[in-house]
């Protein structure tokens, strides 16, 4: 009878600690974002400067939680919101800002955040589309 409780608890006790080092992993990236662009191997998922940008975030991240400054990554995150203009690097960047943002488990903030990139999102998508190859009135045509 010792036996088989002995034998449960160190079961319990090694299943809590493997949730526990899942816990700590990092979560995956969002859509549309590098899933470790930098692995040999992988292609980007799409081209350009975006891609460039999104990949340097992602390799910053992991160097300040590598270098024991995992929170530095946050004002990183804030600078890029400042800069750029380019939807796919924006939507990346709320999403780890939020992820990060509940790490000290700061749902406040995170929601904030999401409610931010949210706004923008509508705002986005009641323009009307572009079309840059659409023939433009009273242009001739070839």
């Known amino acids: 009878m010792k036996k088989n409780l002995f034998a449960v608890a160190s079961i319990a006790i090694a299943a809590a600690v493997s949730l526990q080092a899942r816990a700590d992993e990092p979560l995956p990236p969002p859509h549309g974002g590098p899933a470790f662009a930098g692995e040999p191997g992988m292609h980007p998922p799409f081209p350009g400067p975006g ?23 946050v004002q990183v995150y804030h600078e890029v919101l400042d800069k750029s203009h380019d939807p796919v690097v924006r939507r990346f960047t709320y999403d780890a800002l939020a992820r ?24 986005r998508a009641n323009k009307p589309p572009r079309f840059e190859g659409a023939d433009k009135k009273g242009a001739p045509r070839p």
């Open 51 to 73: 891609f460039d940008v999104i990949n340097d975030l992602e390799q910053l991240r992991r160097l300040y939680s590598l270098s024991g400054h995992p929170d530095e990554i």
């Open 100 to 123: 990060e943002q509940l790490k000290p488990a700061d749902p406040a903030a995170a929601i904030a955040t999401l409610h931010a990139s949210l706004e923008e999102d509508v705002e």
